[in-house]
């Protein structure tokens, strides 16, 4: 059976129809879909993605008493919540327990979009493996989905998809794509091909350093964020968005692993 791989390079590349019936990988390298990662590793009840500060909000003021308030506009905390997009605010004596209404500039509105995908799952290298088991095994065509930064594609994303392309196919070049079992399409094989070449030319913490993103986030003095992004199989919890609660939870297995 050929399995069917597609990197969308931005949210805005795809038409949300496209992803019906497909399993879509949500990636936010810096910051979101590694915050979210985390935040469930330190044992947060749920995740409620949000499009808006106010919906965050209202969710907030539904449960004062379980749920915290987490994001950023403009890669800063907004005023009001208890918490920003860094990874470091969500350790386990602040989030055990708690439900986190998240909004941020690009992840969450990136994810908002998969909607109609099948299942989706939230993606970053501190949860690389999980993400490439809950992939390998099922059938339905994959979508890797890039959040990008305000409408440009950033090189971390891209990494990212070209590294779970890698793994899932075993291929250490182009030509040793295995077209009897998979169909790239066009732009997972450019983001293959900067994975590749990034692992011949420098290390992934070299490579971050050098995203746009990472040079806003050093900005604003979010250097560690950038090193804890870059930290591959840091858990294994792996973040799945379930359309009819609309909350993202760890995955049963992971879950069990990490238990």
Known sequence: MTRTLNV????????????????????D???????????????????????????ANSAFERSPDTVLRGGERGGVKIDGFELSNSPDDYSPNVVDGRTIA???????????RCGIAERILVGSFVNLSGVVNELAGCCNPIHLVCAGTNGAVTNEDVLFAGCIVQRLTGCVDIPDVDESRWELSDSSLLALCAWLQMTREMTLPEALLRSKGA??????GYDRDIQTAGMIDLCSIVGIFDGNTKRITASPAAARESG
């Open 8 to 27: 969308h390079l931005l949210p805005a590349m795809f038409e949300p129809e496209a992803l019906r019936d497909g399993i879509a990988v949500v990636i």
């Open 29 to 55: 390298v810096l910051r979101a879909s590694t915050t979210m990662t985390l935040a469930l590793q330190n044992g947060a009840a749920g995740i409620i993605p949000c499009g808006s500060i106010e919906e």
């Open 102 to 112: 998240f909004t941020t500039t690009n992840g969450t509105r990136a994810l908002l």
């Open 215 to 220: 040079r806003n986030l050093m900005a604003l």
